[in-house]
């Protein structure tokens, strides 16, 4: 082939963090079949669907078996009424969200990477550690992206504080992937108050929003300002299990601007181009999931995910590490005991006690020196990860 290839693709690592995690393992498991290994790494489910979502879900494929209710391609931006039913989930929560700004999506990842189609090259800003698809999808595109740290004396919230007052595209996550940190309104009004002075854009991503039980925003949008300043990427992969189930939404609020070259058009504009949208099956199962049965179900299984959590901070405390994560989180975040590295720590831990989890430097420069576990394994993985761990460290 003589045609020039995207030579930004030599920015980035050349394989994604949780796929060289994946490829470590094998290894190893490979090389000591005997072993079982414990996976605590990526961020995936282990329980199953809810039963309401199960049985809207066989409704649906029964709709698709029938000529008279049969439906092809489902609306570009999403159903009504799975738009509705994210409103009033919204709303649930005292957030108002307008339907009409709300795009349905195969979860919030690809379109965390995709919305940056929207943008020139302007500066991005990212917390680090930071979940990775922010950086590449920018680098992927050519865009310089600068760093804010989140460490040990910030609690991993990183502030706008003493920031330039360029406008840039500035991502936030919170509860954070993969710190579990989670920014109190004050903290959130700091960034959407800087946001409104530079005029710069949040992008907000806000996938474990259901973990969140004291009160601090489950929304950007719980922030006064933040619809005219920030868009939301939110996900039931975490809240109802639905890591291969795909669905999510993003939220793009008409007060963002108007005319051609506003987020909300153009957003329209490129899905309706791109986007084929979600499967007719998968909408009627999300819509069952925020249902208050189905969501009185899936917050059964976050309680039990949470409890997870809470054996792995036990451990962590009893231990004396530090950590943060773990309350309205499924991440936990540790500092790696006797000064070793990220990935001196992972090798220790998979070697010595079989248990996976996800070094920090996977994260960024300033998540070198710590660890990522996950609660979302089943109970009795966590209990056996915890049990070891505990002969280990
Ligand atoms: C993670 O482990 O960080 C997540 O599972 C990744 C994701 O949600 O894509």
């Known amino acids: 082939m003589k045609l020039q290839l995207n030579e930004n693709f030599l920015r980035i690592k050349p394989s994604y963090l949780f796929s060289d995690v994946a490829k470590r393992v094998r290894a190893y498991a490979e090389a000591h079949p005997d072993k079982k290994i414990l996976r605590l790494g990526i961020g995936d489910v282990t329980l199953p669907l809810a039963p309401t979502v199960i049985r809207a879900m066989h409704r649906a494929t029964d709709e698709m078996a029938d000529a008279a209710t049969f439906r092809g391609y489902a609306p570009e931006y999403g159903y009504?009424?799975?738009?509705?039913?994210?409103?009033?989930?919204?709303?649930?929560?005292?957030?108002?969200?307008?339907?009409?700004?709300?795009?349905?999506?195969?979860?919030?990842?690809?379109?965390?990477?995709?919305?940056?189609?929207?943008?020139?090259?302007?500066?991005?800003?990212?917390?680090?550690?930071?979940?990775?698809?922010?950086?590449?999808?920018?680098?992927?595109?050519?865009?310089?992206?600068?760093?804010?740290?989140g460490n040990e004396q910030n609690g991993f919230l990183p502030s706008p504080a003493g920031l330039s007052e360029t406008p840039r595209l500035i991502y936030l996550c919170s509860p954070n992937n993969p710190t579990g940190a989670v920014y109190s309104k004050e903290g959130l009004a700091e960034w959407v108050d800087f946001a409104l002075k530079t005029g710069s854009l949040i992008l907000y991503d806000s996938a474990y929003?259901?973990?969140?039980?004291?009160?601090?925003?489950?929304?950007?949008?719980?922030?006064?300002?933040?619809?005219?300043?920030?868009?939301?990427?939110?996900?039931?992969?975490?809240?109802?299990?639905?890591?291969?189930?795909?669905?999510?939404?993003?939220?793009?609020?008409?007060?963002?601007?108007?005319?051609?070259?506003?987020?909300?058009?153009?957003?329209?504009?490129?899905?309706?181009?791109?986007?084929n949208g979600v499967p007719y099956v998968v909408q009627r199962a999300a819509e069952a999931a925020l249902s208050d049965e189905g969501m009185a179900e899936c917050m059964a299984n976050i309680?039990?995910?949470?409890?997870?959590?809470?054996?792995?901070?036990?451990?962590?405390?009893?231990?004396?590490?530090?950590?943060?994560g773990g309350t309205a989180s499924p991440y936990l975040w540790l500092k790696c005991p006797g000064g070793l590295g990220s990935w001196e720590f992972f090798d220790k831990l998979l070697c010595e006690a079989q248990v996976v989890g996800t070094p920090g430097a996977g994260f960024g420069l300033a998540g070198e020196g710590y660890f990522r576990l996950t609660a979302f394994g089943s109970h009795e993985t966590t209990r056996e990860a915890v049990d070891r761990l505990d002969k280990l460290l």
């Open 80 to 149: 009504d009424f799975l738009r509705e039913a994210v409103a009033r989930h919204y709303a649930s929560f005292g957030v108002g969200v307008a339907a009409d700004d709300i795009f349905i999506s195969d979860g919030a990842k690809s379109d965390l990477g995709n919305f940056v189609d929207l943008f020139a090259d302007v500066p991005v800003l990212v917390p680090d550690p930071v979940y990775p698809v922010y950086v590449d999808s920018n680098l992927m595109a050519g865009r310089t992206v600068e760093y804010v740290e």
């Open 209 to 275: 929003e259901a973990f969140i039980a004291d009160g601090s925003p489950r929304s950007i949008y719980a922030v006064e300002g933040a619809e005219k300043c920030a868009v939301e990427f939110c996900s039931l992969s975490k809240t109802a299990g639905f890591t291969g189930t795909r669905c999510g939404w993003t939220v793009v609020p008409a007060s963002l601007g108007d005319g051609a070259l506003s987020p909300k058009k153009m957003w329209e504009r490129r899905q309706a181009t791109k986007f």
């Open 303 to 324: 309680a039990y995910y949470k409890n997870n959590a809470a054996l792995i901070a036990d451990l962590l405390q009893k231990k004396g590490i530090p950590f943060t």
